[in-house]
């Protein structure tokens, strides 16, 4: 409950970002084409989000649900962490970080897909925990039509939890992996059949990929974020008119980018990696020094904790916790390809949230002992 009035009284007091955050408009606009003509008037973006907002309409409808959205991300964190530890101790202050953490009281009342996304995710986290494989599947396949970074990433947890965390034998997690599958395919059918339509070949996901990766490996990219300057990069791709060439085109000139110039691209890696784990924003207009004090008194306080459990007891709960680690492993090699930004860190953040709470009741229970030893 506070968690949800922090997030109304965020939704009231916190004016429009629309105007900043350009998304916004954009995923309205590709969702009122999706309704009105069947088809989406961007290769960009994946369907559910800008379905989700063409449903219910720019405004206080669609922020009542992003709002419960991350209210209910609150309960799955405590879910999770008890899954995890087994500790209601860990689970109430994970959920408690959560319900107050700012930046996820943020992109609630923004109107960007990160909301959706990390509810998804967290939700199939727990039902793998739970040995719910199929439910998994659903919520999984159902983020990956979100945003696709997770789509490359959800067959190898299926045969994590499978084979380390559940303990099934090599044919049952095969088997586990065909239900995914069969899932999978189930749910994207609709999106396949959309993206036939309008392009007239199979695309599995979006056309999306190719210009991320040209925006971060091209020679003008001079920060490791998204080039300043990309449009006039693009200048030589716009006579490509067809969506699928266009994307193939960028996709290929940002591969011959990075082979040509393999020093450049290992320096633009670490910049980017540097990004993605930068305390604050990069953005001009949130980058002022609130922001930073806001940063400085949330994020860095739970990478501290974080780092003081796995330090602590980390080896000890590997296998546990393995899950969790794959997906920051995971997220963090993509975005030394890809822009890198605090925005794409954020899906990562309500496990770094259990894990920091998990070492705060390590830390409190070393020294109970040690005080108690004395």
Known sequence: MAGFAFRIAAAIIVPDQSATLGDTIAYRTAGQSLWVTGHMDTPFYMPLYPAFVAVTGPGWIQLLIDVSLSTAMIWLVYELANLIFGDKRTGLLAAAITAIYPYFIFYSIVGLTETLFMTLLVAAYVCWYRNAF????????????????LDPLAPVLVLYFALAIRGLSYPGALKQLAIYAGIYCLLM??????????YGRFVRLNLGGGLALFSANNPSNQTGGFDVTLNQSLTPFNQITDPVAHDKALRNAAFDYIKENPQ???????KRVVRFWYPWPYADEYSGFKYKIISLLSFVPVVLFTLIFLLLDGRSQFRRIGPLLLFGAYLTSVHMVFPGSLRYRLPLEPFLVILAAAGVIQLKTYFQAKAAYA
């Open 264 to 270: 450049r691209f290992f320096a633009q890696a670490l």
């Open 134 to 149: 199929a439910a998994a599947a659903i919520f999984s396949v159902l983020a990956i039509l979100t945003r696709p970074v």
């Open 189 to 198: 059918a609709p999106w396949w059949v959309h993206n036939y339509e309008a």
